[in-house]
């Protein structure tokens, strides 16, 4: 059955910071971005009306969403619990700009699963589909109502053997989890690659420990001895630009780690600033023309944090630069 319908209301520290050329792979637009903004942890409570699948019943459950493929997905994993047994169910939604709607697919523990879209209007999400149950097919219809604080939802759904006849199937109410902590830890990491990306050296140090290391092809090191590198950016004229996505955040009392994608584009109008851009190593994507020069890369960074009098901090650092294949 459709468990979750999202309604859409709404350098890297010690290597080189680098930005997109013509042929760069397509970004997720701000349709794709909506989704993004469901990524979190749920709680959700409801009700299985008594129909021609059997008798009905209440349930609990949990929901975990993350944005994957680089913005252009949202996967949200579920477990639920009921008097019937526990089921655990994987959906996949996405963004298609020809028929304007969102495609959603997912598959359960217990053998069903559904296909369908969903459209948005204001606050109402709208959705319709085929589901598979017990071997046999269904159709299903919906809807989603978003509260106003945006931290809960209600489906509500219907089913039909032929669509002629349509009687009502669940109610769920989703309740979305707040993690203050996590959202401190996630927060001290945006605020170090901006000041990173601005070239702030002081307000990088606000952010890291007194023994503060990071490592990338080499021993851990201090930002004193990191920070050179930046220094030589700035002198030639090179802006920075960064997007910090898909989170992995775990937080354990006063210690924390995270793990992000980190998409670096830099670029210089300057003679120096392309000549510097341009000597980078050659499986960095650069381009140039005139005395612009642009370059676009991918790092994973890891990062170990704990929580001191002044808030979270980083502790420990490591970055690895993704091939060109695996952007």
């Avoid at 979190?40 to 409570?45: F, I, M």
């Avoid at 901006?194 to 090191?221: C, F, G, H, M």
């Avoid at 991918?298 to 929580?307: A, D, G, N, P, Q």
Wanted: charged share 20%.
């Amino acid at each position: 059955m459709k468990t979750f319908i999202r309604l859409i209301v709404v350098a890297c520290f010690a290597g080189a910071a680098f930005a997109q050329q013509p042929n760069q792979p397509p970004k997720p637009g701000p349709e794709q971005q909506k989704l993004q903004l469901w990524a979190g942890e749920w709680t959700y409570e409801g009700e299985r009306q008594t129909t021609f699948l059997g008798p009905g019943e209440k349930f609990t459950g949990k929901m975990t969403a993350r944005s994957i493929s680089n913005g252009f997905g949202l996967e949200s994993v579920s477990n639920q619990q009921s008097p019937s047994g526990e089921k655990q169910t994987v959906e996949i939604d996405t963004y298609d700009p020809v028929t304007k709607s969102y495609p959603d697919t997912n598959v359960s523990s217990d053998g069903s699963f559904f296909q369908g879209s969903f459209t948005v209007s204001g606050s109402l999400a709208t959705w319709e589909g085929i589901s598979v149950v017990n071997g046999q097919r269904y159709k299903n219809r919906g809807t989603s109502t978003v509260a106003s604080d945006g931290m809960s939802y209600i489906d509500r759904g219907e089913i039909s053997v032929g669509g002629k006849t349509w009687v009502p199937w669940f109610t769920t109410r989703f309740t979305k989890v707040q993690d203050s902590e996590k959202t401190a830890v996630e927060e001290t990491v945006r605020d170090f690659e901006q000041a990173v990306q601005d070239y702030n050296l002081a307000k990088v140090r606000s952010l890291l420990t007194p023994e503060a290391r990071w490592i990338e092809d080499s021993l851990p090191q201090t930002i004193d001895v990191l920070w050179p590198a930046f220094e030589q950016l700035k002198s030639a004229g090179v802006h920075i630009t960064y997007r910090v996505h898909d989170f992995e955040t775990h937080v354990q009392g006063e210690v924390a780690w995270v793990t992000v994608s980190l998409d670096s584009t830099p670029s210089a109008d300057s003679a120096e600033g392309q000549k510097l851009l341009m000597s980078l190593t050659p499986d960095v994507d650069c381009s140039s023309q005139g005395t612009h020069a642009s370059c676009n890369i991918t790092y994973v960074e890891s990062m170990v944090l704990v929580k001191t009098p002044g808030g979270w901090k980083i502790t420990l650092g490591h970055t690895s630069r993704l091939p060109k294949d695996q952007k």
